[in-house]
């Protein structure tokens, strides 16, 4: 069964609004969340780094003000994409990882911006 | 600069035959590898993964050969099943110490098709 929970699956909404998405551990605590965006028929790039209780890591050309990381507990790490606008309409998944494991991956959320 | 490399995108394999997954990487501190299964519309599924220190592990039908010296490593599955269509990434880590704060850079994944 499914070990990263991802809420919403998909979600559509109007340009200018805020979206959160959630990434749950079901089953076990992850010191590490990863945040990825995929594009159609490209590989996942990688967003931030997540560590519970510390501030995230964004990889270079990520806009830490225009995607809003959360990592309040060692099974919950959230993603706000602030005032999104259609070029944000893609493809995110989250990972979840413990030590010496390898990440799990929720199922991603379909975002659409209009 | 792609880190790892998988430059087949896209492979049609019959049912029964063995179905071979290349992937290169450049990073020499690269020491963990791992493959990921993805259908449509879903998250990556861990498949399976290898140490620097082995060059094969075998999982049921599925196994991970790596070269070092070549900086390359390739999965095999056999015997296909249809169900095996999807879209698999090569992935890898310099995550000797295996600390929770890792990354691990993705290819850009290879589509394969099993034909019945």
């Known amino acids: 069964g499914a070990v990263v929970s991802q809420h919403p699956s998909w979600v559509i909404c109007k340009s200018g609004t805020s979206v959160k998405i959630e990434c749950r551990s079901l089953?076990?605590?992850?010191?590490?969340m990863f945040w990825y965006r995929q594009f159609p028929k490209q590989s996942l790039m990688l967003m931030a780094t997540?560590?519970?209780?510390?501030?995230?890591?964004?990889e270079q050309g990520v806009e830490k003000d225009k995607f809003l990381i959360n990592h309040a507990s060692l099974t919950l790490s959230t993603l706000t994409v602030t005032s999104a606008h259609p070029e944000d309409s893609s493809f995110y998944i989250c990972s979840a990882r413990s030590a010496h494991q390898p990440q799990h991956f929720g199922d991603g959320t379909r975002l659409s911006i209009l | 600069d792609q880190q790892v490399k998988q430059n087949s995108p896209s492979l049609s394999v019959q049912e029964g035959r063995i179905s071979i997954l290349n992937c290169d990487y450049t990073?020499?501190?690269?020491?963990?590898f791992l493959w990921y299964k993805k259908y449509p519309a879903e998250g990556p599924t861990f498949l399976i993964s290898?140490?620097?220190?082995?060059d094969k592990n075998e999982d049921g039908r599925f196994t991970v050969f790596l070269n070092k010296s070549a900086k390359h490593l390739s999965l095999h599955i056999v015997p296909s099943q249809p169900g095996d269509s999807a879209v698999y990434f090569c992935a890898a880590s310099s995550g000797r110490r295996q600390t929770s704060y890792d990354k691990v850079i993705f290819g850009p994944g290879t589509s394969l098709s099993v034909i019945p």
């Open positions: 990073n020499s501190m690269f020491d963990y």
């Open positions: 290898i140490s620097s220190i082995k």
């Open positions: 089953d076990f605590q992850a010191t590490t």
């Open positions: 997540s560590n519970e209780g510390s501030k995230a890591t964004y």
